[in-house]
DNA sequence: ATGAAAGCGCTAACAG
DNA sequence: CTGTTAGCGCTTTCAT
């Protein structure tokens, strides 16, 4: 079957401590000795098993990351992210789903805990009780929510949320609704409280259509609202759901942004590519992604000495075609 | 730190062995010490550590994967589907994006091969000679390619084809364009090889524009092509560049379908919601991810016994409004 | 600079 | 039915 690192031992005529120290720390084995062990190690094609190793190492060189949601066009960005600095820094990685599951979360973190050095957490949905309980199975780093002292990599929601209200007020608008994703995320909790500041801030009025899911159907679910609320300007909470008002506002025959402007969040690639294209707050994803991977290995290489680790990304609104002058007021 | 299996034997006053029977096969342990060592993993919160006993079982519990890129809205499904059946069967997943390099994927294979029991390996991009050198790693099975006697579970490439041509055909659709994806792609040949007989036996004429990057951009950089073709009908490689043959066709000022129609392949959750809603051939990709975990564990369990084990899934066209009659030819 | 021995956490004979 | 023994593949003292 495949080598062992006795093999190795027997073909280079060492022991096996050697040729583990040969493969490992250069320096404390002869060079010769080096040689001959790298080379039958190559000729039998020998390759460590992790699991063995991370048996005594404590170490498993390998990640765990969970995501609400694979199919909604979010998450794949920053798992790209995640695989391509894990894979630079010679990690494998774990991927799970929750299916927007926040009860099955707590069971999925256990599940890997023992077999990772930590977990990255997408917009985890669980409750704040459930993160800290399952903080203690290994490191986390939260990725879009911020709880208690864990470490956490966000996005800049606010000034996101204040550049889409300054754009809106800037074209006129006054009244302005919101259509909400998941009541569990912490993403749509800080989205709806910015936003309220900075309509309020800008003397605008902003009604709140409620929760929905945070796909196309929950857009389309709640565009009706939006019409009959006698806004100018939606925002919502993620661009697959502004996808969806769209193309419910079409079929209503509401002009967009003529009659009404629309705002999504996120820059999923598809926004750009709507008619109208969509205007959006972008966030970066893979970057949020590589930055999270890079927030795990500082904590779990400096161990705890330093304040808590956090990072927060900034946004950017791209201003496209879904947004344009408020129309007059009715009399 | 976390329980072991020795303390929980402690706990509850036997050995290690009886604790390791006692949570594993049931019927061979006293239901009392059974009940007894239960209680004693349940107050310690004891969880069995699977690289431990994976490197004596010589299973593992876990199952990789191999994409070719997560950002293609087509194999999130996949995954997705995968990722349910794997929890079903208490089997964790490693996840690794190819970036669509097909040099990358016999690495990350070998990363994962002795970690896993098994791979999936989805529409993978690497030569025959490569896919056919890693399968002596691990147990594989490939999604969306056949090569040598490897398990394959495919879609049917040709039968979608061969719906799509008799739909342009009832419509009056004399000559038609295909616009290719990768050409390192095994269904991509498949799919063109399908065209040629399907509109060869229609009487119909087809015009190959070229290979172009599975994506909405080269969708957009074939729409070009297909114009100065003359056709009135084109079938992309998959949805993303039939939407930007659609995005591009719409900035020409060209009517679909009054003008041309427009068919894809994959029915990603996007095509439905595009305008015109794009007519395309569906895959049932979650299904797909689903049945490959089944092929997987049957070829695990029950060897190499019987023929080579292979599956193939029906594929179904969705006619939708970027679909319609053909205009008449010019004079 | 290298080898021998011990052991990570677990399961699988083998006794009893 | 249960405990003892051995060992999966690897790294790491501790000697030499």
């Not at 040729?19 to 790298?38: D, I, W």
């Not at 809106?168 to 998941?182: F, K, T």
């Not at 009659?259 to 996120?266: A, P």
């Not at 008619?275 to 795990?296: F, I, M, Y």
Request: glycine letters at 8%; proline letters at 6%; one cysteine or more.
């Amino acid at each position: 079957m495949a080598a062992t690192i006795r093999d190795v031992a027997r073909a280079a005529g060492v022991s096996p401590s050697t040729v583990s120290r040969a493969l490992a720390s250069s320096e404390l084995v002869n060079p010769a000795t080096r040689e001959r062990v790298q080379q039958a190690a190559d000729r039998l094609g020998y390759r460590p098993n992790r699991a063995a190793r991370g048996l005594i190492t404590g170490r498993t060189g390998n990640l765990g990351l969970i995501v609400p949601d694979l199919a909604n066009p979010f998450f794949p960005s920053i798992v790209k992210g995640i695989q391509a600095r894990a894979r630079q820094l010679d990690y494998a990685v774990f991927l799970a789903d929750s299916d927007e599951d926040a009860a099955a979360e707590p069971g999925l973190v256990r599940a890997l805990a023992k077999q990772v050095d930590g977990m990255v957490l997408c917009s985890p949905r669980m409750t704040e009780a459930d993160l800290l309980a399952v903080s203690a199975e290994t490191t986390l780093v939260l990725v879009n929510r911020r709880v208690g002292a864990l470490p956490a990599l966000t996005l800049d929601n606010a000034g996101g949320m204040r550049q889409a209200i300054a754009h809106l007020q800037a074209l006129q608008h006054v009244r302005v609704a919101w259509v909400g994703g998941p009541r569990d995320s912490w993403s749509n909790r800080e989205r709806r409280r910015a936003l309220r500041t900075a309509t309020a801030a800008a003397g605008m009025e902003l009604i709140d259509t409620g929760n929905f899911a945070p796909q196309y159907e929950g857009g389309v679910a709640a565009a009706d609202l939006v019409v009959a609320a006698g806004v100018t300007a939606v925002i919502a909470y993620n661009d697959l759901m502004a996808l969806g008002v769209l193309s419910r506002l079409r079929a209503r025959g509401i002009a967009v942004p003529d009659q009404i402007s629309v705002v999504g969040t996120d820059d999923i690639p598809l926004s750009g590519m709507a008619n109208p294209a969509l205007t959006t707050v972008a966030l970066p994803k893979e970057a949020a992604g590589r930055q999270s991977v890079d927030l795990l290995m500082s904590v779990l290489h400096e161990g705890d000495d330093t304040a808590p680790a956090r990072r927060e990304l900034p946004t950017q609104l791209l201003v496209r075609d879904s947004t344009g002058v408020a129309p007059p007021a009715h009399p």
